[in-house]
């Protein structure tokens, strides 16, 4: 038979949350091996290792705990591969929005460096770096809501980046 480890013990071994080993078992991600009716103490076996470390890899990859599941439900290498395809796209588009939002906050830095350092009725020539200027050519009136022209030329700028 197999050594058993304690929940504290497999805890401490793979430096998980007993909470989160716990929410594991809730989940039906990671059963243990044998709960005591007694005391509903449960126990791991060394059998359990391969699939901690599984886990374990797959959540540095930032993967969800329902696509883990999947793949322990399937077991085979293409159903892994498309897993791993799908998490990395979803990396790729979760880069894309921070550093749109990164370019966000450079932009915002810049303006507020510059608005502390401008002085008043003064008039300087600036050469700027290239840019992309998107214009949107809509006609408008005074009363028009603007929140719908305003929204079309963020998605315009978006796609162009």
Same mark, same amino acid.
């Given at each position: 038979?197999?050594?058993?480890?304690?929940?504290?013990?497999?805890?401490?071994?793979?430096?998980?949350d007993v909470r989160l080993l716990r929410h594991y078992d809730k989940i039906s991600?990671?059963?243990?091996?044998?709960?005591?009716?007694?005391?509903?103490?449960?126990?791991?076996?060394?059998?359990?290792?391969?699939?901690?470390?599984?886990?374990?890899?797959?959540?540095?990859?930032?993967?969800?705990?329902? &696509?883990i599941r999947e793949f322990f439900e399937n077991r085979d290498d293409k159903k892994?591969?498309?897993? *791993? @395809?799908?998490?990395? =796209?979803?990396?790729?588009?979760?880069r894309k929005q921070l550093d749109r939002i990164e370019r966000k906050l450079e932009?915002?830095?810049?303006?507020?460096?510059?608005?502390?350092?401008?002085?008043?009725?003064?008039?300087?020539?600036?050469?700027? &770096?290239?840019?992309?200027?998107?214009?949107?050519?809509?006609?408008?009136?005074?009363?028009?809501? *603007? @929140?719908?022209?305003? =929204?079309?030329?963020?998605?315009?700028?978006?796609?162009?980046?």
């Amino acid at each position: 038979m197999n050594e058993l480890f304690t929940i504290g013990e497999i805890s401490k071994l793979f430096n998980i949350d007993v909470r989160l080993l716990r929410h594991y078992d809730k989940i039906s991600l990671l059963k243990p091996e044998f709960v005591n009716k007694e005391n509903g103490y449960r126990y791991y076996s060394t059998r359990q290792f391969e699939c901690l470390n599984t886990i374990h890899y797959l959540r540095s990859l930032n993967m969800p705990l329902p &696509k883990i599941r999947e793949f322990f439900e399937n077991r085979d290498d293409k159903k892994m591969l498309k897993i *791993l @395809e799908e998490q990395k =796209r979803q990396v790729e588009e979760e880069r894309k929005q921070l550093d749109r939002i990164e370019r966000k906050l450079e932009n915002r830095l810049l303006q507020i460096e510059d608005a502390f350092q401008t002085e008043f009725d003064k008039i300087e020539e600036r050469t700027l &770096k290239d840019r992309v200027i998107a214009v949107l050519k809509k006609e408008l009136s005074i009363s028009d809501d *603007l @929140e719908q022209p305003i =929204r079309e030329w963020q998605s315009a700028i978006l796609s162009m980046q």
